[in-house]
């Protein structure tokens, strides 16, 4: 049933969300006070003296001064009951006695069929693995040490060089046509039609109960431009910010063994997974989500993150333990040597040393607590107060009020504080502005221009002409696939609202937050076509730093050839910049 009961008709939520007291909802976990238009509380998200939380019941959003954290009421729901973004509308529509909607039949039998295709295609990729079209991927597979039990067992396959041959073999299995064009699968290229996937090693992602949902493709040789992976992207089937890959395999171990591996790459966890560590799951595609997290506490409360020995793996592994945290894990965690991932780690050094490894992994606060004193040595009195400060944001997200205490006096052992000003000292540090800086910085300013358009588009103060945004479209790095569903929702002139914009955003829980940020400012965003001329103008500048990075790096070697290239380029950009300029001011 899981997977199915994701795909909830629009009108469902709507009903849902318009039957929901928001109110009243948000008292049972906090007191609210009226004030102006909508109302302020204490937050439920994060400890706090003066009130912060806000929301504003007219357009059913909540945000939180303090934390930054904010969204419609599904989110809400679904932070405060562990749920995911779909269950948070199920549990809402009993609470309100709403009759949760059956599949049509024609829903239902296009949802199999969309499974079926996906399996069709899975099974597709198989063939051409073991035929002559895939001896270099096989070559590839061998080189890389996987073995046979282990490429059958998880699936792997091979999608051809030829451009269409996928789309050839589903049409001939009697695959109705529009339906294989909504699955995701192929692309309309100047009036035929196209595999997305081509000169591929072809990696399945499985739903929890092991049907095949997307796929995730590798380039094989290296001399290949193209990008390193490429996922499959969201269908009524697959929701990626939910999806862990290698679940189905690995809850039974997780079970078995009580705690769960998690690692970045699906070459981690089929390397793990042959080693027999078969406890092993990875957030591939994506950085890790909070609904991830919620999925995986299902099945155990214990978690060792083995990411990246890279500085990249590091960064990652740091915002892990605070989503972690914030389902109530149990965090360990393993720091790999800086070249190494879990994949090469296992095949070089072996079971044996990554076991040891693994059993003796660090607390999450202990690994924190050791980065700490290389860095802030408490011979200087002062930085036991940094020490705090630096923590305050992994201790915040710890529920369980005993187990913050015991962090606290674990914390407090290490700098000479009692627990309970070092508890006091966290409450108000998320009180102060510096932490809101905090978690408002973690987002890419080029990220949030893009959303700020969003914004823009749905709030509904401006009239918008999808031609004058068209224009603007290649320099939406971030979210160019929304942006195309946006407009073709604007030609087929639908009215959008602030309500269907969370909807369009409903795996990024990122960019929830800044809407109600946006949605709580006094000041209204600017004009539609300033804001796309700023898009324009931060995109190339930002084009023309890097570019100025990689003169650098020519003229210290030396390449004069590659120095004028680069020169050019830069003038180049800066015409275009300057041409737009006087379009505008002609
Ligand atoms: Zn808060």
Same mark, same amino acid.
């Given at each position: 049933m899981g997977n199915i009961s %994701?795909?909830?008709p629009r009108d469902f939520i709507e009903k849902v969300k318009s039957s929901t007291d928001f109110v009243s909802l948000v008292s049972e976990y906090t007191n609210l006070k009226k004030a102006g238009k909508g109302y302020v509380g204490l937050c439920p998200f994060h400890h706090e003296k003066t009130p912060s939380f806000n929301i504003n019941p007219e357009l059913g959003l909540y945000h939180c001064f303090g934390c930054g954290k904010g969204g419609d009421i599904f989110k809400f729901v679904a932070e405060k009951e562990n749920l995911t973004y779909y269950e948070a509308v199920i549990y809402l529509a009993r609470k309100n006695g709403i009759p949760i909607p059956t599949l049509s039949p024609k829903e239902s039998s296009e949802i199999e069929l969309l499974y079926q295709i996906y399996e069709f295609s899975a099974a597709f990729f198989r063939r051409q693995l073991v035929s002559d079209v895939g001896r270099e991927a096989r070559n590839y597979i061998i080189e890389r040490g996987i073995r046979k039990d282990t490429i059958d067992m998880f699936q792997l396959g091979y999608a051809p060089q030829e451009g269409n041959s996928l789309f050839k073999s589903a049409v001939k299995e009697g695959f109705p046509k529009d339906l294989l064009l909504s699955s995701g699968l192929f692309k309309e290229k100047n009036g035929q039609v196209v595999d997305l996937f081509w000169d591929r090693l072809m990696f399945p992602i499985f739903s929890?109960?092991? %049907?095949?949902?997307a796929f995730g493709g590798r380039v094989i &040789?290296?001399?290949?431009? %193209?990008? =390193?992976y490429l996922n499959s992207p969201e269908t009524k089937i697959f929701h990626k910010s939910e999806t862990l890959y290698g679940l189905n395999f690995a809850k039974q171990y997780i079970r078995e063994t009580g705690r769960a591996l998690l690692v970045e790459g699906y070459m981690d966890a089929l390397s793990l997974y042959e080693a027999g560590f078969k406890n092993v799951v990875a957030s591939s595609g994506?950085?890790?989500t909070p609904s991830q997290a919620r999925q995986l506490r299902r099945y155990t409360e214990n978690i060792i993150i083995v990411y990246d020995g890279d500085r990249a793996g590091f960064t990652a592994s740091i915002r892990a333990i605070k989503i972690l945290l914030e389902a109530n894990f149990l965090v360990k965690l393993v720091r790999l040597p800086p070249e190494s991932d879990p994949d090469s780690f296992v095949r070089k050094d072996g079971k044996e040393a990554f076991l040891a490894l693994l059993n003796s992994a660090p607390d999450w606060f202990d690994y924190l607590v050791s980065i700490l004193k290389k860095k802030y &040595?408490?011979?200087?009195?002062?930085n036991s107060i940094l020490w705090v400060n630096k923590l305050a944001p992994f201790f915040s997200s710890i529920k369980d009020p005993i187990m913050l205490g015991a962090y606290a006096s674990a914390l407090g052992s290490h700098i000479h504080i009692q627990p309970d000003e070092i508890i006091q000292r966290i409450k108000s540090a998320r009180d102060t502005r510096v932490e809101i800086q905090n978690t408002k910085s973690e987002i890419d300013p080029s990220k949030k221009r893009e959303l700020r358009i969003f914004y823009s588009i749905f709030c509904g103060t401006e009239c918008v002409a999808p031609s004058e945004i068209e224009k603007y =479209?290649?320099?939406?790095?971030?979210?160019p696939g929304i942006l195309e569903r946006v407009l073709e929702e604007i030609k087929e002139g639908r009215n959008l609202t602030l309500d269907q914009l969370y909807q369009f955003f409903v795996d990024e829980p990122d960019a929830q937050s800044v809407f109600s940020q946006f949605s709580f400012s006094s000041l209204p965003p600017p004009p539609l076509s300033e804001q796309l001329r700023e898009l324009r103008e931060f995109v190339i500048m930002d084009n023309i730093k890097k570019k100025r990075d990689s003169l650098r790096v020519a003229s210290a070697k030396g390449d004069e050839g590659e120095q004028i290239r680069i020169m050019e380029e830069i003038n180049k950009l800066y015409r275009m910049l300057i041409s737009e300029t006087q379009i505008n001011t002609a």
């Open positions: %994701r795909y909830l929890a109960t092991g %049907r095949v949902l &040789s290296p001399n290949d431009t %193209r990008p =390193k994506t950085a890790l &040595s408490l011979v200087e009195p002062a =479209k290649e320099f939406f790095l971030h979210y």
